[in-house]
């Protein structure tokens, strides 16, 4: 799961709505003067949690999604406008080349000759079809796994042809094949059980063929990549990129505002007016395409398929949803940041927002609910109960989001208008990972960065889905989000979203709290292209330092470093 951005808002309205404004402005800066051939220099990335592992397949946070997505390389790179259906924005990578067969159920990717692993091997068919073996194994659990279910093989037809196999044409059948998965080495693991890839060394010095090679990883204090100067695509612009762990949110951001670092993706609002102040600081647009909620556990969190004594009930968690002043949350936890959730994608990739309807705030209606599902105040003490168990829950929050910590204490006083008992317990992230992941919890404060196209659906949400954590299953739901994703009607697949959307609202599985515009903070010495809305670090290597305001830092070389 990939870490939020909810940070509380200490700014007041006019003050936020003049950073916006410049805001927008700095966003055009960043395509003007320079050199495109002008290399070297450091950027110091600051990240308030440590990278969980860099094995691709099991890759979860950001910071780790933004290690991997700079060390690996895909197949093919969607473009700019993250178009998911056919291939007509897709950029080579890895391959070449790629011909469709004619009854379009197979795809041969044709590998550049040139492209090598950083340990010097090139890069062959059959790291293709190993790559798929691992993210669609048992034992790996790859997080993108049910996102691959309509690939029925990888074969290879000779030393630089991979072809993929499908089960039934859709319209993202390129986007299935080449976005969910980065190309791992088979030389180097193939002779690893697959139960054992997780643990290996591998997944803290990994090998891959981007434009930036793996440095190295001291726990606890920084990651270090360094460009890769053979890389047949062109060494990155930049000499390296560390990301510098802190201890916290806090110590992260002390980090940036004493020139330790360069860039930092977590940016409260309470931090804009500093950061506007900061002479060597600017702030950078990132449409990031998330969206976070409260998420119930809909099954009994001791184990087995018995429903939750308190989220089997769809109506109960109907009504704690309309107990919830979303919209007030909302304005406390970003200001002028932050829009109200629609559902579970961020209104950027809804096809129409206004085909469905939303639970509306009522909490008088509310309590109605409970009080016909049996949960009553028989005793006056402020919290429901029904046949001896309270209306008590527990709220896992991770450590690492002060917006999530935030949102948590904001529905813990809704939820108690209504009678309901939330006890937020804020974790560690791998804790909280672990209890999430095994499904040991109540419920959770979550976050998830979309994929484009809403492809990802099925697995964050979908009966099968692998990131289903809390165990939503809905057969119509299901049914819709399956055919609004393989038809080739564009009108028809907007209609079935829309009703997808409607079932999943109406199920209430979670409380679809904010999205967040989420700019960055970044040294104004860099310039850089505009952010992917996927992912930041999307286009890293060609990200670089303009030559008359360099520091010392951005002087050091490369040295030994190739």
């Known amino acids: 799961m990939f870490p939020t951005r909810l940070l509380r808002s200490v700014l007041a309205r006019s003050r936020s709505a003049s950073l916006l404004i410049a805001l927008a402005a700095c966003g055009g800066a960043d395509r003007g003067t320079g050199d495109a051939g002008e290399v070297g220099g450091t950027l110091i990335v600051t990240v308030p949690a440590e990278p969980s592992t860099l094995f691709p397949p099991l890759v979860e946070g950001s910071q780790d999604a933004a290690i991997v997505g700079t060390v690996f390389d895909r197949l093919a790179e969607i473009g700019p406008e993250l178009e998911t259906y056919g291939d007509a924005g897709f ?17 041969a990717f044709q590998l550049d000759s040139l492209a090598r692993w950083h340990d010097g091997q090139p890069v062959v068919a059959n790291d ?53 998965m980065y190309i791992l080495p088979s030389h180097l693991l193939a002779a690893t059980p697959m139960k054992q890839l997780a643990a290996a060394p591998f997944a803290r010095n990994p090998v891959g063929s981007g434009r930036f090679r793996f440095a190295n990883w001291v726990a606890g204090q920084r990651v270090e990549i360094v460009a890769d100067t053979s890389n047949p695509r062109g060494r990155a612009k930049l000499d390296r990129v560390i990301w510098s762990i802190a201890s916290d949110f ?43 909620f409260l998420g119930f556990n809909l099954n009994d969190p001791s184990g087995g ?34 829009l109200v959730a629609l559902g579970p994608a961020p209104r950027a990739l809804i096809p129409d927002t206004s085909s469905f309807k939303q639970l509306p705030f009522d909490p008088t209606t509310a309590r109605a609910m409970l009080d016909s599902a ?5 005793n ?39 009678g309901a008992d939330v006890k937020p317990l804020v974790m560690e992230v791998s804790a909280f990972s672990t209890r999430t992941d095994g ?32 165990r939503y299953r809905s ?71 303009d030559p008359a305001q360099r520091i010392d830092r951005d002087r050091i070389g490369l040295g030994s470093a190739r």
């Open 374 to 378: 049996g949960w009553l105040d028989t």
């Open 439 to 470: 499904r040991k919890f109540d419920a959770y404060m979550g976050g998830w960065a979309s994929t484009p196209g809403l492809v990802g659906m099925p697995q964050t949400w979908g009966s099968k889905g692998s990131g289903n954590v809390g």
């Open 305 to 338: 398929s018995a429903p939750h004594p308190i989220f089997g009930d769809a109506q109960v968690r109907r009504a704690l949803h309309m107990a919830v002043d979303r919209a007030s949350i909302v304005r406390n936890a970003y200001d002028s940041l932050g």
């Open 250 to 292: 806090g110590a992260a951001t002390v980090k940036l505002f004493a020139g330790e670092a360069d860039f930092f993706e977590y940016i409260r609002p309470g931090d804009l007016g500093q950061i506007a102040r900061a002479p060597s600081l600017r702030l950078v647009d990132n449409r990031a395409l998330q969206y976070f």
């Open 380 to 418: 006056n003490d402020g919290v429901r109960e029904r046949n001896g168990r309270k209306l008590s829950f527990e709220l896992l929050v991770p450590n690492s989001s002060a917006g999530r910590r935030s949102l948590a204490v904001l529905l813990q006083e809704q939820l108690r208008a209504v």
């Open 91 to 107: 950029r080579p990578r890895l391959a070449s080349a790629w011909t469709w067969a004619k009854d379009s159920l197979s795809i």
């Open 475 to 545: 057969a119509a739901f299901d049914a819709l989000v399956d055919s609004a994703l393989t038809t080739f009607n564009r009108d028809a697949s907007h209609r079935y979203w829309a009703r997808a959307f409607q079932q999943i609202v109406n199920d209430a599985p979670a409380i679809w709290l904010a999205e967040q515009r989420a700019p960055v903070a970044l040294h104004k010495r860099f310039i850089v292209p505009p952010l992917r809305p996927d992912g930041w670090y999307a286009d890293l290597a060609d990200w670089r330092v």
């Open 128 to 180: 293709v079809r190993y790559t798929f073996q691992v993210y669609t194994s048992d034992s790996v659990a790859a997080n993108n796994r049910s996102m691959l279910g309509n690939i029925d093989s990888v074969s290879v037809r000779d030393p630089r042809t991979a072809v993929f196999w499908f089960k039934r044409r859709t319209p993202q059948q390129f986007h299935d094949a080449t976005y969910h």
